[in-house]
């Protein structure tokens, strides 16, 4: 995979286990790894809920992506 950078959107679980709301971000590949960084990190919002959880949902185009098992 070539390295890239691409505008998508990201959602952390809420409390309910429903998806909180969608926030855009940029996503970087290198040398095939992904990496996603919130430009200010905090325990509230989607990175927070991310790192609790563990998991977020990743929109690109029409395409959902969950993912699990994050920050290891």
């Given at each position: 995979m070539?390295?890239?950078?691409?505008e998508?959107?990201i959602?952390a679980?809420l409390?309910d286990?429903?998806r909180?709301?969608?926030?855009?971000i940029?996503?970087?590949?290198?040398a095939?790894?992904?990496?996603?960084?919130?430009?200010?990190?905090?325990?509230?919002?989607?990175?927070?809920?991310?790192?609790a959880?563990?998991r977020a949902?990743?929109?690109?185009?029409?395409?959902t992506?969950r993912?699990?098992?994050l920050?290891t």
């Amino acid at each position: 995979m070539p390295n890239c950078r691409r505008e998508l959107e990201i959602a952390a679980p809420l409390a309910d286990g429903r998806r909180g709301q969608w926030t855009p971000i940029w996503v970087v590949v290198s040398a095939g790894a992904v990496f996603v960084r919130t430009w200010l990190r905090r325990d509230t919002g989607w990175y927070g809920r991310s790192v609790a959880s563990r998991r977020a949902f990743v929109r690109m185009s029409a395409s959902t992506l969950r993912l699990e098992r994050l920050f290891t």
